[in-house]
């Protein structure tokens, strides 16, 4: 069993921000702060009663936001209970990267955590972290097994509906990534557990957000397909869309289909996670040298 830890920036599709409209992105031009924020980048509310939702497969979550003088009070719920409730009003000088909210020990099963702005000033989200533990075997440490667009793990549908990216190409993973504006188009990604050459006791896929791209969906193989929107202020490319953990053995699909007709999907990677402790690796990948953090 090994720890995998990652990292999203408060733009992330992951995390559900309501109602719509109630939260906007920082920018340098109103806050010349902005630069002391992970990723230089924050998502705030002015709004009373305005959320944000994320859900995890872990056993911990940290959500970090500032602290400052304009900031307020704020709740948050863990699985529709009550934990916390506090304020991220500092008379001072503002604290940046601040922990707002952490639990750990958490059974690793599917959790959510409700950030709600519960007084009448502001409250910003910055990132979140969580972990999760994965596997059964005595492994510490698994490397990511790279999957890029262009391998034949990837199933595209409609073929003709796919093009490349004609935007920033090049700060695409290997400089190659896949985009449709059609409806309906979809991607299915396939591996397996263990002994392929695609494998995945977790896997994380990768595309863009940004205000021209679009509502997607996603089907791990026969669930409920989960709804997710890649509609943000700004652009931006290597944006985790999807991440599953603690998988069954044996062969799943992860199927992304784009909601939004004349609005882009676009899709650049895979990352997989393997028990090495009972899996045969096989063309193995590091990204950016590291084994047990993905931060994006």
């Known amino acids: 069993m090994y720890t995998l830890n990652t990292t999203i920036d408060d733009s992330s599709p992951l995390i559900l921000y309501s109602p719509e409209g109630s939260w906007e992105q920082g920018n340098a031009e109103d806050d010349p702060e902005l630069e002391r924020y992970w990723g230089e980048s924050y998502t705030h509310t002015f709004q009373e009663g305005a959320e944000a939702w994320f859900g995890f497969e872990g056993t911990g979550v940290?959500?970090?936001g500032a602290r400052r003088d304009f900031r307020g009070e704020y709740t948050v719920r863990l699985d529709g209970q009550l934990v916390e409730t506090?304020?991220?009003f500092v008379d001072g000088p503002g604290e940046y990267q601040s922990v707002l909210y952490n639990v750990t020990g958490l059974d690793q099963t599917r959790h959510s955590v409700v950030m709600r702005n519960s007084g009448n000033m502001s409250l910003d989200i910055d990132c979140i972290y969580w972990t999760a533990e994965v596997g059964e075997g005595s492994y510490k440490e698994s490397p990511p097994q790279l999957l890029d667009d262009t391998?034949?793990?990837f199933t595209w549908t409609p073929k003709g509906a796919w093009t490349a990216p004609t935007n920033d190409l090049v700060k695409f993973m290997n400089a190659t990534g896949h985009s449709t504006t059609h409806a309906g188009a979809s991607v299915n990604y396939t591996f397996t557990s263990y002994n392929t050459s695609y494998i995945g006791d977790a896997v994380s896929i990768y595309g863009t957000i940004g205000p021209q791209n679009s509502r997607y969906t996603v089907q791990l193989d026969d669930k409920e397909p989960q709804n997710f929107s890649a509609v943000r202020q700004t652009?931006?490319?290597q944006v985790l869309?999807?991440?599953a953990n603690n998988l069954d053995s044996g062969e799943h699909s992860v199927i992304v289909q784009n909601e939004d007709r004349d609005r882009m999907l676009q899709i650049d990677y895979a990352l997989a996670?393997?028990?090495q402790a009972r899996c045969e690796w096989r063309s193995l990948s590091?990204?950016?040298g590291s084994w047990t953090s993905v931060q994006v």
């Open 62 to 64: 940290t959500i970090f």
């Open 86 to 88: 506090s304020s991220a």
């Open 151 to 153: 391998q034949s793990a």
């Open 235 to 237: 652009y931006d490319v």
């Open 241 to 243: 869309l999807f991440q």
């Open 273 to 275: 996670f393997s028990d």
């Open 286 to 288: 590091v990204l950016n």
